[in-house]
């Protein structure tokens, strides 16, 4: 059964650079996409980007200019970078990978595995 | 970036009766290939969100039959026959058509 497993630091200074790794057991990353997404506190999901195992990433245009989601296949993990952040920035990082499921000549990808999340607060 | 709008925020539901969640986006979540990039997940209380419905009518796997989704274009609903009490969560919709993939903003579901 494959597992998704977040770590990193659950507390992070502003202005610094939040680091989390997505350790994947029980299967592999390869052929599969893979996204961040995160959860302040009490508040709803928000999508932060997507890989595709090859390296291909898509981010989300509001933190694009901080973000970087990489694979890295020799040790089947993920691992997302946030720079200079700040207290918006507090949340639950969950890490997902995403179901095919075609349908005709049309492949679909759906968020289908969540990890459990990590919590990562960011202050002084 | 697409916006997704969800009604009601907050749903009182007893159990045994049917329950029945708004999704609006602020642009036709259809593609080129005829599909619509709609999806359902819930976030039941201390876990993780999971997937209900997918490309607006699809059950995922293990999802039971008592869920259903419907919908076209900008106007998407999810319903559940008969509310368990294990149904209790946030429910979110999200578009799956453009990065970034955007949710609602979440309908609670609780029982009365």
């Known amino acids: 059964q494959v597992q998704l497993q977040e770590s990193g630091p659950g507390l992070v200074k502003p202005s610094e650079t939040l680091s989390l790794t997505c350790s994947v057991s029980?299967?592999?990353?390869?052929?599969?996409?893979w996204s961040w997404v995160r959860q302040p506190p009490g508040k709803g999901l928000e999508y932060i980007g997507l890989?595709?195992?090859?390296?291909?990433?898509y981010y989300n245009p509001s933190l694009k200019s901080r973000v970087i989601i990489s694979a890295d296949t020799s040790k089947n993990q993920l691992s997302l970078k946030l720079s200079s952040v700040t207290a918006a920035d507090t949340a639950v990082y969950y890490c997902?990978?995403?179901?095919?499921?075609?349908?005709?000549?049309?492949?679909?990808?759906?968020?289908?595995?969540w990890g459990r999340g990590t919590l990562v607060t960011v202050s002084s | 970036d697409i916006v997704m709008t969800q009604s009601p925020l907050s749903l009182p539901v007893t159990p045994g009766e049917p329950a029945s969640i708004s999704c609006r986006s602020s642009?036709?979540?259809?593609?080129?290939?005829?599909?619509?990039?709609l999806d359902w997940y819930v976030q039941k209380p201390g876990q993780s969100p999971q997937v209900l419905i997918y490309m607006a009518s699809n059950r995922a796997s293990g999802v039971p039959d008592r869920f259903s989704g419907s919908g076209s274009g900008t106007d998407f609903t999810l319903k559940v026959s008969r509310v368990e009490a294990e149904d209790v969560g946030v429910y979110y919709c999200?578009?799956?058509?453009?990065?970034?993939?955007?949710f609602g903003q979440g309908t609670k579901v609780e029982i009365k």
């Open positions: 642009q036709s979540l259809l593609h080129s290939n005829g599909y619509t990039y």
């Open positions: 999200m578009q799956s058509l453009q990065i970034p993939r955007t």
């Open positions: 029980g299967g592999s990353i390869s052929s599969y996409y």
């Open positions: 997902v990978r995403h179901e095919p499921r075609t349908l005709g000549a049309v492949t679909y990808w759906y968020l289908d595995l």
């Open positions: 890989i595709y195992y090859t390296g291909t990433t």
